[in-house]
T-cell receptor, first 113, second 112 residues
């Protein structure tokens, strides 16, 4: 079955630690996205990638980094510079980065110890 | 910057009731999306529309471009419809990437 997988489902971060959230898709989509969801707020875009080896900052990129070395993979690293990382992180993909339907992964909940 | 407002924020209904969720936005868009987020967090795309009306099963989405307003209707609601419904709009800018701006979501609870 085609789809998007995210791992882990829950992730715990210690102060000063970098952590990486995995996102993999087998839909053969060119575009991939990372969103952050906080209680009572709409999803906010962290980074997006229109094609392999290319990515762009979204609205809240500070304290995060990404890579897009393979079409199917778009990992997100939450660095120690992100002072309030506790949130629900969602990865999505679409056929291309235009006005297309986005398909979402199940999400990763990041908690700070 | 587009502002997206959904109403109501919370909605409780009895099974079988007709439900309407509203979405308003402030500037012109290229497309509007309705999404459903299940209690576990997963999000499913329900509709993408740029004009008129779309129907899928018991779900109907309408959009009025002139009034900058969209509605999501659920007919014969069922407890399994309980979820968060999210409206998102795509910018009408000239860039190749259609950035989405999301509403804060409407929490729907349907009681048996």
């Amino acid at each position: 079955d085609g789809g998007i997988t995210q791992s882990p489902k829950y992730l715990f971060r210690k102060e000063g630690q970098n952590v990486t959230l995995s996102c993999e898709q087998n839909l053969n989509h060119d575009a991939m996205y990372w969103y952050r969801q906080d209680p009572g707020q709409g999803l906010r875009l962290i980074y997006y990638s229109q094609i392999v080896n290319d990515f762009q900052k979204g609205d809240i990129a500070e304290g995060y980094s990404v890579s897009r070395e393979k079409k199917e993979s778009f990992p997100l690293t939450v660095t120690s510079a992100q002072k309030n990382p506790t949130a629900f992180y969602l990865c999505a993909s679409s056929i291309w980065a235009g006005q297309e339907t986005q398909y979402f992964g199940p999400g990763t909940r990041l908690l700070v110890l | 910057k587009n502002e997206v407002e959904q109403s109501p924020q919370n909605l409780t209904a009895q099974e079988g009731e007709f439900i309407t969720i509203n979405c308003s936005y402030s500037v012109g868009i290229s497309a509007l999306h309705w999404l459903q987020q299940h209690p576990g967090g997963g999000i499913v795309s329900l509709f993408m529309l740029s004009s008129g009306k779309k129907k899928h099963g018991r779900l109907i989405a309408t959009i009025n471009i002139q009034e900058k307003h969209s509605s999501l209707h659920i007919t014969a609601s069922h407890p399994r419809d309980s979820a968060v419904y999210i409206c998102a709009v795509g910018d009408a800018g000239g860039t190749s990437y259609g950035k989405l701006t999301f509403g804060q979501g409407t929490i729907l609870t349907v009681h048996p």
